[in-house]
C-alpha cells in the first residue's frame, strides 16, 4: 500500500507543470497571493513583454532595490532566494504565470 501512495504521489508531482512545482510551494503560506503579486508587476511594468523580462531579471537575481513589495513584507519575510531555474525553465514558468492571471481574458 505505501508503494503504491508513493507512485502516487510521485505521478502527481509529475504531472504538475513547472509553475506548480517550483513557484506555487513557495508562496502559499506568504500574506500576498501570487495574483496580488502578479498585479503589482502588472501595475509597475503594464506590457506583457515588459513584465516577463523584468520579473525574470529579478527572480534570477533579487535585491531589495529591485523588488516590488512593500519594506514591511521584507522585513518580515526578506527577499527571496535566487531562482535555481534554467533561463528556459523561467521562460515556461514565467509564461504559465501570465496565462494564469493575465486580466484580458478576464475581461471579454
Not at 531562482?83 to 494564469?100: F, V
Amino acid at each position: 500500500m505505501a508503494l503504491l501512495n508513493a507512485m502516487g504521489s510521485n505521478l502527481q508531482a509529475q504531472e504538475k507543470n513547472i509553475y506548480e512545482r517550483n513557484c506555487i510551494p513557495c508562496h502559499l503560506y506568504l500574506p500576498s497571493s501570487l495574483e496580488r503579486m502578479f498585479m503589482n508587476y502588472l501595475k509597475t511594468y503594464s506590457g506583457e513583454q515588459t513584465f516577463k523580462a523584468s520579473l525574470k531579471v529579478f527572480l534570477k537575481n533579487p535585491t531589495e532595490k529591485d523588488s516590488l513589495m512593500s519594506n514591511m513584507f521584507i522585513e518580515h519575510f526578506s527577499v527571496k532566494d535566487r531562482s535555481q531555474l534554467s533561463d528556459e525553465e523561467l521562460d515556461e514558468a514565467i509564461d504559465i504565470y501570465w496565462k494564469t492571471y493575465d486580466v484580458r481574458k478576464k475581461l471579454h
